[in-house]
């Protein structure tokens, strides 16, 4: 595993070109006192959807989760053809034995954004540590891991649609501590500020139309803490295994959706609970010959808000009057909508450095929509097929089907996709989490 | 107040374990193989309890940060690792994640082998190398009695800083240890003819030149952390035609690579543990040693 070779040229000039405001002495070991490690992380990704099927699954989306602008094509998946997949730079320092500092910015052909930057302390007593910035929070398992980590190209439909594109990813502060026992037990707690478009959609204090105040209202961040434990017996050499439980509320939750008259407002409340388990079997042969991944994760969320909607305007799109006045108010109602989301998979090595994995998802096996006169949209479903070869450690080629079936208004639809991704790992790449 | 008192006598009581506790009881090791374990166990005695985290017949370099070994670090007074890139894939990640700052680099209680010890040069220091360089030098200095000898002497002086009042007991047991280490090489040094050559998986047995009369011609990955191919084999083949040597390979490692130059030069293949038992003392580590003498007919 260990150090990989970034010092050539190629990569400290990519380097250098995407964080050019960053004076780099040299690619690897940058200034005295700071142990500054560099990695880049290359991915490629061709897509083809063999067969098309319904674009989102029912109660979820539908225009309510994505209308900001967050659009650089994550969310309906890829292109097809050729994507340019999620590429990192990573940059992790450590600041003596106090803390390590970690900027990971993730980007495409489009847009560079900064997924996570963040201190944590590695020399507070009593097994705490504290994290501060922008981070994936630890809720879950898949959450906290970053894709080239991931055993399936995409990611779970349950963290795409209950919390967000990036999973829930936010900006705070998370403490933790591991008690002092034989099994590893971490208690956590999280305080973020809630931007989250699946469980803290924060929009804020919108215009007055007409008069007419709008239900949305400023709340001041924090406005969203969560929680969790995780817990591993030692199970010897050959078998691991973790579990994990969360929780998180949100103290505000807003949406609002511009129809054609009128402005769609919900204000309100969202919290979050779910189970997580991974299990990981350990055959002791070379390049991971005979080993055992299973990992699923249950999600469920309640969404509790008031609904008032205001008409902007008085004519609808053929300029024939609706009979309503600027400002009006409509449909006021308090509903909660409630839905969950499930995935479970598994992972079995089944030739030197040859991977092949199954996963079965639902999402929406619970799912009560308050909103109106209320409904019950069927659950989806989606399965994945993959095979991944790893020609040397830092080097993975994977091919995935997926399955879909989705639920929507009009029925069910099935649609097919193939991916086939090339992920590279160039540079001084830190050791993986379990 | 009772309430009052009860709870200053609850403080006192706390504050005096915490402050007696580390005094009596023994010095919690965690060790990330079981050669360092061992050293452990023959340094400390009873004034140690050790766990290992690699088992001895896996490839160190690739294990999981697992959460037990986290669980296991935690409560460690003094870790102990082979370093120079050995455990680079887990350790941090596990060192990271078990927040005792008592075990951190550079502290105390962190004591890197590699650190103390001069080290032979690693193939993949001399490049081209996808994605496993040991720049400090080769790290598998496990199977030198010599090197395990000086990193006797060098954990005895870590120990005696931590327990100070048993430096002179963890001193003499490793001078005990370092002088068995040194005559058992010998002694099996000498019962090997000269010149014995062999073949290996991995730059994992380079340390045997150090204190056998034996030779590694080269190796079966045509380069480290890579499997062996088609072409790297046959190369192998023609360079060694009509000569006399040896296969050897951890037992984790596949043995097809061996197998073709046993059918193509007919030399004999040798599957060796590199790790004594997890729970091995200093004799399980003598018997190991005489286990890979034995591969060149000096058992």
């Keep these: 595993m260990s150090k990989r070779n970034l010092n050539h040229g190629g990569t400290g000039v990519l380097a250098a070109v995407a964080i050019a405001a960053m004076p780099l002495a040299s690619p690897v070991k940058a200034q005295e006192g700071v142990d500054l490690n560099i990695s880049l992380i290359l991915e490629g990704i061709y897509f083809n959807e063999l067969r098309e099927g319904n674009e989102s699954p029912a109660g979820f989306g539908g225009g309510h989760h994505h209308g900001d602008g967050h659009d650089h094509g994550h969310h309906h998946g890829f292109d097809e053809g050729f994507n340019l997949g999620h590429s990192e730079l990573v940059l992790e320092a450590k600041l003596g034995d106090f803390m390590d500092g970690t900027l990971i910015l993730g980007f495409d052909d489009h847009d560079v954004e900064v997924e996570e930057a963040y201190l944590r302390t590695r020399s507070l007593p009593a097994g705490f540590q504290l994290k501060v910035g922008k981070f994936l929070s630890d809720v879950g398992y898949i959450n906290s891991h970053h894709p080239h980590d991931w055993d399936f190209v995409d990611r779970p439909l349950v963290n795409e649609y209950l919390f967000g594109d990036h999973g829930l990813q936010e900006i705070g502060v998370q403490a933790t501590w591991l008690a002092p026992t034989q099994s590893y037990t971490l208690l956590g707690v999280e305080l973020l500020q809630g931007e989250t478009s699946g469980v803290a959609n924060y929009r804020g204090e919108q215009s007055a139309i007409n008069g007419t105040e709008r239900i949305l209202e400023d709340t001041e961040g924090p406005r969203l803490i969560t929680a969790f434990a995780k817990f591993a017996p030692d199970l010897g050499p050959d078998h691991a295994v973790q579990y994990g439980v969360s929780a998180g509320y949100a103290r505000r939750y807003q949406e609002t959706e511009a129809h054609s008259t009128r402005f769609e407002d919900w204000n309100g409340t969202a919290w979050f609970a779910g189970l997580d388990a991974v299990y990981k079997y350990d055959a002791g042969r070379s390049y991971g010959h005979g080993n055992w991944r299973l990992q699923g994760e249950y999600f469920y969320r309640v969404i509790d808000v008031d609904r008032r909607d205001v008409e902007f305007t008085d004519v609808d799109s053929d300029g024939n009057p609706t009979g309503r006045n600027i400002g009006d108010v409509r449909n006021v109602q308090s509903f909660k909508n409630k839905q969950d989301g499930v995935y479970l998979q598994g992972v079995y090595g089944f030739a030197p450095r040859w991977e092949a994995g199954l996963r079965a998802e639902a999402l929406g096996l619970t799912n009560e929509i308050g909103r109106g006169d209320g409904s019950s949209p069927d659950p989806s479903y989606r399965y994945a097929a993959m095979v991944t070869f790893r020609p040397i450690e830092p080097v993975f080629l994977r091919a995935q089907i997926n399955h879909n079936d989705y639920a929507d208004d009009h029925g069910r639809d099935r649609g097919l996709d193939f991916m086939l991704q090339l992920n590279v790992a160039l540079g001084a790449h830190g050791a993986h989490r379990f | ?299």
Excluded at chain 2, 157 to 180: H, P, W
Excluded at chain 2, 230 to 244: K, M, N, P, Q, S
């Design chain 2, 1 to 299: 107040m009772p309430l009052k008192r009860y709870v200053i006598v609850l403080l006192a009581m706390v504050l005096a374990s915490a402050w007696t506790a580390p005094q009596a009881q023994p010095l919690e090791v965690v060790a990330t193989t079981p050669s360092l374990g061992m050293l452990a166990r023959a340094v400390g005695g009873d004034q140690v309890r050790v766990r290992v985290l690699a088992p001895d017949d896996r490839d160190p370099h690739y294990l999981d940060a697992r959460p037990s070994y986290m669980a296991a670090v935690r409560r460690a007074d003094l870790l102990l690792e082979m370093g120079a890139g050995l455990e680079e894939g887990w350790l941090p990640a596990v060192l990271s994640g078990a927040a005792n700052p008592a075990v951190n680099e550079g502290r105390r209680g962190h004591f890197r082998a590699s650190d103390t010890l001069s080290l032979r040069r690693s193939v993949t220091m001399d490049g081209p190398n996808v994605g496993h360089v040991h720049a400090e030098g080769n790290p598998h200095f496990n199977i030198d009695p010599l090197r395990m000898a000086v990193l006797a002497d060098a954990l005895a002086k870590r120990m005696g800083q931590l327990r100070t009042e048993k430096a002179d007991y963890f001193l003499a047991r490793s001078e005990d240890a370092a002088q068995r280490l040194r005559q058992h090489a010998r002694a099996l040094a000498d019962r090997i003819p000269a010149d014995r050559q062999f073949v290996a998986y991995h730059e994992d047995l380079d340390y045997l030149e150090e204190w056998l009369p034996v030779k590694v011609l080269g190796y079966l990955e045509p380069v480290p952390g890579v499997p062996p191919t088609a072409r790297h084999l046959r190369r192998l083949v023609r360079d060694l035609e009509g000569r006399e040597g040896r296969v050897l390979h951890a037992r984790y490692q596949p043995s097809r690579g061996a197998g073709f130059l046993q059918r193509h030069l007919g030399w004999d293949i040798h599957a060796v543990s590199l790790e004594p038992p997890v729970d091995a003392d200093l004799e399980g580590y003598l018997e190991l040693m005489s286990q890979w003498a034995a591969v060149f007919g000096g058992g």
